[in-house]
């Protein structure tokens, strides 16, 4: 039973915390997999998003003893407790705590320092036209595969695309955060003008950030099928590269992605098989 079910979340949309829930009750077989094992961090709205929210990393003292919490090493010696969801029960329960955003980690709790994923993150700035971003999401794809790695894209939700490469694992994250820049300087070398790995906001001008820190020990990235904490109530969507040419990152709202998801199998079913070797495209890329 979820208590204040018909609180208003989405105020612009009229979209209740009982739809929120629904929503993930919808696309638990989905998202599961892409959660399981994996450290999280909520980005909770216990009044919708136009009242306070904020980012949690460690698991509420009232939260049951049935959801899986895990200690992670941090880089400084300590530890850190997380949540895990593994199952639909536990996605239903933080749903219900107004967690409106799943971010993950790119490892799992099993091995938090050697990642079995590399993301780059689009980020673009106002203005950008979807057709660029289209533009740059297959030109980190041509270097992905040149690099050895199979690459998948995914609509964020909100501003850009995220595209991934699924990791074997077996490199340590500096290596990962290496490659993952070494990649993400190579796109931006090929169109200088448009394209930047500046850290610094004010040394990018209108360009477009490509974004290799999420690549970083402890760092994350919007779960797939994630709802989005903005109007619109738009979810990262994982696609098919033929879906992209009509994609916008914000374009599945949360009834559309539940209709997406009753009709189509999720692109991302099959991610681990294609796992390579961060090592060896490192070794590639000279």
């Known amino acids: 039973m979820i208590s204040h079910a018909d609180k208003v979340f989405y105020p612009d949309d009229g979209l209740t915390k009982g739809d929120v829930v629904e929503y993930y009750r919808a696309v638990a077989d989905a998202m599961l997999p892409h959660l399981r094992g994996r450290p999280l961090t909520l980005r909770r709205f216990p009044d919708g998003i136009g009242g306070q929210g904020w980012f949690q ?22 530890e850190d407790e997380y949540v895990v969801c593994d199952d639909a029960e536990t996605l239903e329960y933080l749903a219900g705590q107004g967690t409106i955003e799943f971010h993950v980690w790119l490892s799992t709790v099993d091995a938090p320092g050697r990642p079995d994923r590399l993301v780059l993150d689009l980020d673009p700035p106002d203005g950008t036209p979807v057709t660029e971003l289209r533009a740059v999401a297959r030109r980190i794809r041509d270097h992905y595969e040149r690099a050895g790695l199979t690459a998948f894209v995914q609509a964020t939700g909100g501003r850009g695309f ?38 610094r906001k004010e040394k990018r ?3 477009i ?10 760092q994350t990235f919007v779960a797939p099928y994630s709802l989005r904490a903005r109007p619109g ?9 033929r879906e992209l040419g009509k994609a916008e990152p914000a374009g599945w709202g949360l009834a559309k992605e539940k209709q997406r998801l009753a009709r189509k199998a999720d692109p991302w079913r099959d991610l681990d098989k294609h796992a390579a070797s961060a090592e060896a495209a490192l070794r590639k890329l000279g």
């Open 205 to 207: 001008g209108d360009r």
């Open 57 to 78: 990393k460690h698991p509420g003292e009232h939260f049951p003893d049935r959801i899986r919490t895990e200690r992670v090493p941090r880089r400084d010696g300590g």
């Open 233 to 241: 109530a738009a979810a990262a969507t994982p696609l098919d590269w």
């Open 162 to 199: 995220h595209v991934l490469a699924p990791l074997d694992a077996k490199a340590e994250t500096e290596v990962v955060l290496e490659l993952s820049r070494a990649l993400a300087d190579a796109v931006a070398a090929d169109d200088p003008d448009r394209l930047t790995t500046a850290q």
């Open 209 to 218: 950030f490509l974004d290799a820190n999420r690549n970083g020990y402890a």
